[in-house]
């Protein structure tokens, strides 16, 4: 069996662990009443706030590539939102090498420098995330749920910054394991590696412009809040006993606990994983279990929901197969 369908059985497994978790012990009628009392029209504003979110992702993934190419945002957006929606419907995150494929194809350049680029947006994410939940516990003490997320992805994402920068300013030891490595392979093999490497090299480059970082770190701090936008609104459409002043904080919870817990592997589109720690966000403040997962499922109907629609609409217009995309992406990664 393929290392492809081993990653898509873990993921289905962990989704039924997550999903079986959210939903223990809990009266799965209350949460239908829930949902049956919730106000949809809210769905909107919650949906604006997200698509506002990818379009200065779109901005930030430009500033990355902007050392190696410009590329209009205009070019940019619809790669991007087809890369999510590839996520949503493909196994083990496919959309992201989905992604690095599309763009490296329409644009002409290394998809290991696209996939760099990838990678970096993600690291700053990860980084962001975590200063969200750092400011959160200046305000209230963070559930043990939420310790432990703040420990497992500092250890990820910082040892991914310490990677990066030891990468770009002192590649001498890389360069020489990999000299080493390749030794031991084919001749053609050898040198497209070397070369995929020297690709991947300079598609972090944008972290080596120190003047770019405070734009990059901006950028990324505005995505979160629009997302954290997003899920606000949504507080406002259940019966939650929160006070105004909890509101924004229970969502920037839901928002990093949600999005940091979602790196455990997972069936396409999160499902399980986001609702089992949305939930526990909630749970944090308080909330009724079966009105937390009422908003969880709300929270990623309208998120998956839009994004995948606008992926559908993308690659109807481009004349592109998602399931081709797959298959032509899966080799290069």
Do not use: C
């Not at 009266?27 to 029209?41: F, I, M």
């Not at 992702?57 to 410009?70: F, G, H, S």
Request: aromatic residues 12%.
């Amino acid at each position: 069996m393929s290392r492809r369908r081993w990653g898509a059985l873990l993921g289905l497994a962990l989704t039924l662990l997550f999903a079986a978790l959210a939903v223990y012990n809990l009266d799965l009628s209350q949460v239908g009443t829930a949902l049956a009392r919730a106000n949809y029209w809210l769905g909107f504003p919650a949906m604006l706030f997200t698509a506002l979110g990818y379009l200065v992702r779109t901005l930030r993934w430009r500033a990355i590539l902007a050392p190696t190419k410009e590329i209009r945002v205009i070019r940019l957006f619809p790669v991007l939102v087809i890369g999510f929606a590839a996520n949503n419907l493909l196994p083990v995150r496919m959309g992201e090498f989905v992604r690095a494929y599309l763009l490296g194809s329409q644009e002409e350049i290394s998809k290991s420098l696209s996939f760099a680029t990838i990678v970096v947006e993600r690291v700053l994410d990860g980084l962001t995330l975590i200063g969200v939940l750092l400011g959160i516990s200046i305000f209230i003490a963070l559930p043990t749920l939420g310790q432990q997320v703040v420990y497992f992805a500092a250890l990820i994402f910082l040892g991914a910054t310490l990677a990066l920068f030891v990468l770009l300013y002192h590649p001498t030891p890389f360069r020489r394991v990999l000299e080493a490595l390749l030794r031991w392979a084919p001749a053609p093999l050898a040198v497209r590696l070397d070369r995929m490497a020297l690709s991947f090299i300079q598609g972090v480059q944008a972290l080596r412009q120190r003047r770019r970082l405070p734009a990059l770190a901006i950028l990324s701090l505005a995505v979160w809040l629009l997302e954290a936008g997003s899920y606000w609104v949504l507080t406002w459409a259940f019966s939650f006993t929160l006070s105004p002043a909890e509101r924004p904080l229970a969502a920037l919870l839901v928002l990093a606990l949600a999005n940091l817990g979602i790196l455990i592997p997972s069936s396409p589109g999160y499902v399980g994983t986001f609702h089992f720690f949305a939930m526990s966000a909630l749970i944090a403040f308080g909330a009724e279990r079966e009105l937390a997962l009422s908003y969880a499922i709300l929270s990623h109907a309208t998120q998956y929901l839009l994004i995948t629609g606008l992926g559908v609409v993308f690659l109807w217009r481009a004349n592109l197969s998602l399931t081709r995309l797959g298959n032509e992406a899966a080799p290069e990664s």
